[in-house]
């Protein structure tokens, strides 16, 4: 079940960010996309199966699962957003659409253990909600970053 | 987390392609816009991180790297290799020139001198395969990873300006 409903999750996320209107270029939502899918891999590597914070499951179709959370919809979910931070016209969606963004991902990660694709040992939701709050601000920072250095007048690599 | 287990033959030759393949960049002559090189860059390095903790750890544990299971800085360092090819991949591309017709052998190429490395790095413990992996199953992994870089590229070039130092030497 978890497998079907993960895929299913995974390829909406990607469909949306094909159709929808995008504020970043193709270089740019390629570049976030990388170095987000870099952080996620790690972070679950350090906390999941180096430091045994949280259990993941040894059933294979679970196992996919868990793998297309981790390296698909985490990183596309993060460019969606901030394509759409990119365009807001006030403050209030400036604020609203990463505090969204942030309550999808803690309610899939709860579907994750609903599904028991993973299990909180050493744990909490709370920490959580820390990580893909520290994902969005590197996502924004990389994204200014990345535009000042490649941007630079005059200048190539 | 660790740094290394022992400090031996693979960290050593980690080291030594590292000062190798980044010297080799600095070396070359500069063709593309910023944006470009710091995309393939991270791009290599998000390639080699996702075959390798999608195929070669988990639950699919193919095979170990360096001197145990639990992630060190070498392995780190040994992942910071990959990000200089995926731009040399495109460097050659322009150098070479290219095309529809010499793009197969143009990746077939890079996908051999791939398998060649590995077999290089079995022999220095840097890559041990476990659970029934074969050197050459990473032929499938290389040829669609370069497949995919190159279509990807070429995708790029078609959009917009890759190459800036035509622009810098006008000005």
């Known amino acids: 079940m978890g497998f079907a409903v993960f895929f299913f999750l995974a390829w909406l996320v990607t469909a949306f960010l094909i159709v929808m209107q995008k504020s ?9 996309i990388s170095l987000i899918l870099i952080i996620s891999i790690n972070w679950s590597w350090i ?44 403050f209030a969606q400036t604020i609203l659409i990463p505090i969204v963004s942030i309550g999808i991902l803690v309610a899939l ?8 694709m993973t299990n909180y040992v050493k744990w909490n939701i709370g920490y959580d909600v820390l990580y893909f709050a520290g994902l969005h601000v590197i996502a924004y920072l990389s994204c200014w970053l990345f535009r000042k250095i490649a941007y630079r007048e005059g200048g190539y690599l | 987390m660790i740094l290394w287990g022992t ?13 190798i393949f980044y010297s080799i960049f600095f070396l070359l002559p500069k063709k593309f816009c910023r944006d ?14 996702f075959f390798d903790f999608t195929i070669g750890g988990g639950l699919i544990d193919y095979y170990k790297l360096n001197d145990s299971n639990e992630y060190g800085l070498n392995d780190m360092l040994y992942y910071l290799s990959f990000a ?10 322009e150098l070479l020139q290219i095309n529809a017709k010499t793009f197969i052998w143009y990746v077939v190429g890079w996908s051999l001198l791939g398998v060649g490395l590995q077999w290089v790095f079995t022999l220095v413990d840097i890559v041990n395969f476990k659970n029934g992996y074969k050197l050459l199953y990473s032929l499938p ?23 800036c130092s035509d622009e810098k030497q006008q000005t």
Do not use: C
């Open chain 1, 47 to 90: 906390i999941y199966e180096g430091l045994k914070f949280i259990k993941i499951t040894e059933q294979p179709m679970d196992y996919t699962a868990f793998l297309f959370f981790r390296s698909v919809i985490i990183p596309i979910i993060l460019v969606i957003q901030l394509n759409m931070v990119l365009q807001s016209e006030s």
């Open chain 2, 84 to 93: 200089p090819f995926s731009y040399f991949f495109i460097y050659f591309y």
């Open chain 1, 24 to 32: 970043l270029s193709l270089v740019e939502n390629t570049f976030i």
């Open chain 2, 7 to 19: 400090f031996d033959k693979n960290e050593i030759v980690i080291l030594l392609m590292l000062v």
């Open chain 2, 141 to 163: 992994v290389f040829m669609l990873s370069q497949t995919i870089t190159g279509l990807y590229y070429q995708f790029i070039r078609s959009k917009r300006k890759v190459m």
């Open chain 1, 109 to 116: 990660t709860a579907l994750s253990s609903y599904f028991h």
């Open chain 2, 36 to 49: 470009i090189t710091a995309l393939f860059f991270l791009w290599g390095l998000t390639i080699g991180i």
